[in-house]
């Protein structure tokens, strides 16, 4: 898939509907279209911070990658203020 200049790529909408739906104990309970896109958006905005955070404990750390430590370091504040 070419993504274009500008363009954001977020979660397919298929992958969040499973998601949700192996996760809800409630065989009734439906999910709306526009919560879908709601949810496919909280995760974007969750997996671009935890990246940006992770980056900045790498610099912080003077390592020139971001590898899992830095991601297993910024995770437990990354879950509360989410």
Not at 8 to 20: A, N, Q, R, T, W
Not at 22 to 35: C, L
Not at 39 to 52: I, P, T
Request: aromatic share 4%; hydrophobic share 50%.
């Amino acid at each position: 898939m070419d993504q274009k200049e500008g363009e954001e790529i977020g979660f397919p909408k298929g992958l969040v509907s499973k998601l949700l739906s192996e996760n809800i104990k409630d065989e009734k309970m439906k999910v709306s279209a526009d919560a879908l896109l709601l949810v496919a958006e909280l995760l974007n905005v969750f997996v671009r911070e935890a990246a940006a955070r992770a980056a900045r404990q790498a610099q912080d750390e003077e390592i020139p990658v971001v590898d899992i430590e830095q991601v297993e370091k910024i995770l437990p504040q990354l879950l509360l203020d989410f």
